[in-house]
């Protein structure tokens, strides 16, 4: 059974970083493409990144990019998000996942909060 579980969300002042983790089990981390997926309060959810397994190629948002890095450690079998300049409008629950299409294989989710 795929297990995903995000930590290191929470409230930060625009302009601030925060990094986010996710660990992972039951499944191969190593050969799978990890994606970061989010949804603000009433909206629908937004693909922020994510990166391939076989070569470690990252793809971004364009809203994202130049602010947010996505890494993986396999050995760890974690992924993360480093999030700088975090602005309002990236307030968000944010979701690890093996596909983004399918939220049956996302986390639950840590929240984000962009607030002076």
């Known amino acids: 059974e795929v297990q995903l579980v995000e930590s290191g969300g929470g409230l930060v002042q625009p302009g601030g970083s925060l990094r986010l983790s996710c660990a992972a089990s039951g499944f191969t981390f190593g050969s799978s493409d990890m994606h970061w997926v989010r949804q603000a309060p009433g909206k629908g959810p937004e693909w922020v990144s994510g990166?391939?397994?076989?070569?470690?190629?990252?793809y971004y948002a364009d809203f994202v990019k130049g602010r947010f890095t996505i890494s993986r450690d396999n050995a760890k079998n974690t992924l993360y998000l480093q999030m700088n300049s975090l602005r309002p409008e990236d307030t968000a629950v944010y979701h690890c996942?093996?596909?983004?299409?399918?939220?049956?294989?996302w986390g639950k989710g840590t929240l984000v909060t962009v607030s002076s």
């Open positions: 990166i391939v397994s076989s070569d470690g190629s990252t």
């Open positions: 996942a093996t596909d983004p299409a399918d939220p049956g294989l």
